[in-house]
Every structure is written in structure tokens, then in C-alpha cells.
């Protein structure tokens, strides 16, 4: 069964970084382009960033564009993201995400079970 | 950026009743190269990730029971749940994802009447 597992959440001060890592499992992840998402509390879900197979394609949401990173190590099978300059509207679960079928574009087919970032003074 | 929105914000249903869930993209996903609509629906319980429902407007996801189905294309489509059982109970989220950033609609809560 696939597995995608994220680490690395916790409290941070407005302005400061973080970076967050999803282990993936039970699949060729190199095969698969992967995705982050977030859901602020009570709140609903929100596409952050995109990442291509081989990592040389990413999109960022306009909101964390120049502020967050993605990146993947295939070696590994882990994706991470870099995020700095956080702000208190960053507060949220981030999700992990695999896009199905291999492609760019495509439903995303299995999630992680999530990392709650909070940021707060 | 392609908008959704959804309605209704929620709905409660009788056990074994029809919950119907309607979603509406601002512009048209279904891709002119091969006909498939770039669509999608998650189900969300408490606590949990979102899950796969349905995928390319009207496809259910490896396991997902029958009762679920999709249908629509263009900018128009609709969820449905035959006859809702107890463990139906979440909100549902519809996607597109034609198109980055690959939106999603702002979810229907589905409870028991």
C-alpha cells in the first residue's frame, strides 16, 4: 500500500523557516510528479506547490511564491518543502500529495496524513 | 486562476436517502485533445486526509463503493451519493485540475438528518 508520511511541522515565529519532508513508500517514486497542499484550521483545502518527476518543474501558489521552495530527492524517495518568512496566515495542516498516473496533471490519488505548521509569536 | 464553488455549504440526509453535491468551475476543464474532463471529488472525514472519490468527472477511485457516483462536463457537475450511510458522513471537496493551480471548490458538509 502506498504510503506517504510528512515530518517536520511545529511552532514558529512570524518571519522565521521551516522545512517540512514526506517520506513515500511501496511505489517508484521517481515515477511521480508530487504536490503540497494545506488546510488552515477549519478552514477548507488550499494547492500550494507542484513538483515534476525528476524535480525539474515546480509551480508555487501566488501567496508563498519566492517564500517556499519544493524540492525532491528521488535517492531517497522524499519530497520536501522549504518554507521561510512565514506568516501567521501560513498556519495550517500540509499535506503531501501524489499525483495519479504518473503525469504532471492528474487527480491526486494518495495523501499523507499531514503536518500542522503553526506560526505564532 | 480557475474558480469553484460549490453547493450547497451543506446538507443533512435521512439514512438511505439521495445527497446530491453540486460544483461549478469558472472555466471549462474538459480538455479538447482526448475529451476527459480534468475533475475531480475528495471525501474528507474529521481527522483525517482528504480521500480520491472520483476522478475525470465520473470514474470512482479503486475501492470506492457504487453508491458514489459523478457525472458533468465543461463547468457543471454534480456528486452523488444514492442512499447515504453513516459512515458517508464528511465534508466533500470538488477539484480541478486542468490547470495550476489546481483548485479546489470551498466543500459541502454531508450529515445525518
Known amino acids: 500500500e502506498v504510503q506517504l508520511v510528512e515530518s517536520g511541522g511545529g511552532l514558529v515565529q512570524p518571519g522565521g523557516s521551516l522545512r517540512l519532508s514526506c517520506a513515500a513508500s511501496?511505489?517508484?517514486?521517481?515515477?511521480?510528479?508530487m504536490h503540497w497542499v494545506r488546510q488552515a484550521p477549519g478552514k477548507g483545502l488550499e494547492f500550494v506547490s507542484s513538483i515534476s518527476s525528476n524535480g525539474g518543474s515546480t509551480y508555487y501558489v501566488t501567496s508563498v511564491k519566492g517564500r517556499f521552495t519544493i524540492s525532491r530527492d528521488n535517492s531517497k524517495n522524499t519530497l520536501y518543502l522549504q518554507m521561510g518568512s512565514l506568516r501567521p496566515e501560513d498556519t495550517a495542516v500540509y499535506y503531501c500529495?501524489?499525483?495519479?498516473?504518473?503525469?504532471?496533471?492528474?487527480?491526486?490519488?494518495?495523501w499523507g496524513q499531514g503536518t500542522l505548521v503553526t506560526v505564532s509569536s | 486562476d480557475f474558480v469553484m464553488t460549490q453547493s450547497p455549504d451543506s446538507l443533512a440526509v435521512s439514512l438511505g436517502e439521495r445527497a446530491t453535491i453540486n460544483c461549478k468551475s469558472s472555466q471549462s476543464v474538459l480538455s479538447n485533445s482526448n475529451n476527459q474532463n480534468y475533475f475531480a471529488w475528495y471525501q474528507q472525514k474529521p481527522g483525517q486526509p482528504p480521500k480520491l472519490l472520483i476522478h475525470w468527472a465520473s470514474t470512482r477511485a479503486s475501492g470506492v463503493p457504487d453508491r458514489f457516483s459523478g457525472s458533468g462536463s465543461g463547468t457543471d457537475f454534480t456528486l452523488t451519493i444514492s442512499s447515504l450511510q453513516a459512515e458517508d458522513v464528511a465534508v466533500y471537496y470538488c477539484q480541478q485540475y486542468y490547470s495550476s493551480p489546481f483548485t479546489f471548490g470551498p466543500g459541502t458538509n454531508v450529515d445525518i438528518k
Open positions: 511501496e511505489f517508484t517514486f521517481s515515477d511521480y510528479a
Open positions: 500529495a501524489r499525483v495519479g498516473g504518473g503525469n504532471w496533471v492528474g487527480p491526486f490519488d494518495y
